[in-house]
C-alpha cells in the first residue's frame, strides 16, 4: 500500500526532530476523534484551522497596547501574534523542534484575547469573574465558541500550549509544572510570547511619546541592546545557546544577565508603561465601555442572542448561563465593534 504524504512526511520527522522534540505521529489526539488527512499532519492542521478562524480575524481589531490606535506602525493584537510566532518559529528550527506545532500554538496563543486589551481582561474579572483570564478564554475560544459552537477540535498538544502560555507576571522562565507546557514546544511559545511583547511594546511606548528612550534602564541597553533588532536577535540566541539537555530532556535556560536584564525591562514597562498616566486614561474609557454593555446585554436576553446569531456563535446560548453568554460575547468583540455598539445604544443620534 502506497505511503500518504502525511506519512511519509511523518517518517521524516524522525530524521530531523531533536529526541525531545514532539513528533506529529505521537500526538495524544483530539477532544472527538476523526480521520487523518492524507497530506497535513495533525499539527498542520490545527495551524490551518487556528488561520482560518473568525477569533483569528478579529485580532487585527484588538488593542495590544495602546487603545485602538490611529497610527499604522502600532502593534495590534495580530500583528503580535505573528512576531511570537516568527520568533518561536527560529527558536524551534535551531532546536530542531517541531515547527508546525509551535506555529499552531503561537497562532493560537491570543484568540481569546479581550478588546482593548489587558484593560479589557481586568474588567471582565471585576464585572464577571476573578476567574476570567484570556488564556483560559483563548481554550475555550478553540474548544466550544468557533465553528458554530462546534470548536475547532485541536489536539492535546496545541490546547495545552494555548492554555499554558502565560502566567502575568509571573517566572518568565518557569518550573513550576503546573504552569509548564507539556511540549518543550509549548514552552517556546511561552517564553517567545515575553520577548516579543518586551521589545514591540517598548517600542510602541517610545513611538507614542509615553516615554523617551533615554528612560530605558542602562541596565537593560547595555546588556539587550538599543533597538528592537539587537534586543530580539540577543534575546533569541541567548535562549538557544544557553539550553541544555539533560537525560534526553531539554532545559530551556537564559544566561543570569540576560535574563536579570528582560526581568528590569519588564519590570520597567508595567511601571512607565501600563500603568502609565496614558494608559490609565483610556482604561477607565474602556472599562465603562464594556461595563455598561455588559449589564445591558445581561438585562436583554432577546438583543444578546440576536448578536450572537450574527457573531455565529447563538448555538452556545442555551447550554450555558446568561451571564457566561455576555462574558463570551464582550471577550469576542474587536475595539471597534465595542465603541460602535456603545455608540449605537447609548449614545442620541441626530436627525438629519
Known amino acids: 500500500m502506497n505511503m500518504s504524504l502525511r506519512e511519509d512526511f511523518e517518517k521524516r520527522e524522525n530524521g530531523f526532530l531533536a529526541e525531545f522534540g514532539c513528533r506529529s505521529s505521537e500526538s495524544k489526539g483530539r477532544l472527538t476523534e476523526e480521520a487523518q488527512c492524507q497530506i497535513r499532519t495533525v499539527f498542520q492542521r490545527d495551524r490551518d484551522r ?13 488593542t495590544q497596547v495602546f487603545l485602538s490606535p490611529l497610527g499604522d506602525h502600532y502593534r495590534t493584537r495580530l500583528t503580535h501574534t ?12 535551531a532546536m530542531r ?5 509551535t506555529e499552531a500554538i503561537a497562532l493560537g496563543h491570543d484568540l481569546g484575547h479581550t478588546p482593548f486589551g489587558h484593560s479589557g481582561e481586568t474588567t471582565l474579572k471585576e464585572i464577571y469573574s476573578q476567574a476570567f483570564c484570556h488564556n483560559d478564554q483563548s481554550l475555550r475560544v478553540v474548544d466550544v465558541l468557533e465553528n458554530k459552537g462546534k470548536g475547532l477540535n485541536l489536539t492535546y498538544e496545541v490546547r495545552d500550549g494555548i492554555l499554558k502560555h502565560s502566567k502575568g507576571f509571573g517566572e518568565i522562565l518557569t518550573k513550576d509544572p503546573d504552569e509548564m507546557a507539556f511540549t518543550i514546544e509549548g514552552r517556546v511559545v511561552r517564553i517567545s510570547d515575553i520577548m516579543a511583547y518586551l521589545n514591540h511594546d517598548l517600542d510602541d511606548a517610545i513611538r507614542s511619546g509615553v516615554i523617551r528612550r533615554e528612560q530605558i534602564p542602562p541596565s537593560c541597553t547595555k546588556v539587550l541592546g538599543q533597538t528592537h533588532s539587537e534586543r530580539a536577535t540577543l534575546m533569541i540566541r541567548d535562549l538557544i545557546f544557553s539550553s ?26 508595567y511601571e512607565n508603561v501600563y500603568r502609565s498616566d496614558q494608559v490609565h486614561k483610556e482604561f477607565v ?8 454593555l455588559y449589564t445591558y446585554f445581561l438585562e436583554n436576553s432577546e438583543k444578546l442572542k440576536s ?3 450574527t457573531m455565529e456563535m447563538a448555538k452556545t446560548l442555551k447550554e450555558q448561563p446568561q451571564d457566561r453568554n ?9 475595539d471597534r465593534y465595542a465603541m460602535a455598539l456603545y455608540s449605537k445604544l447609548f449614545l442620541p443620534s441626530p436627525l438629519v
Open 50 to 62: 487556528i488561520v482560518f478562524s473568525h477569533a483569528f480575524r478579529r485580532l487585527k481589531h484588538k
Open 82 to 93: 505573528l512576531e511570537v510566532a516568527q520568533i518561536a518559529r527560529t527558536i524551534a528550527r
Open 97 to 101: 523542534l517541531n515547527e508546525d506545532l
Open 244 to 269: 541544555k539537555i539533560k537525560d534526553g530532556k531539554l532545559d530551556l535556560c537564559m544566561s543570569e544577565r540576560v535574563l536579570s536584564a528582560m526581568i528590569d525591562l519588564r519590570k520597567f514597562l
Open 285 to 292: 474609557k474602556a472599562k465603562k465601555i464594556l461595563s455598561e
Open 307 to 309: 448578536q450572537l446569531t
Open 326 to 334: 455576555v462574558a463570551d460575547f464582550i471577550a469576542s468583540m474587536t
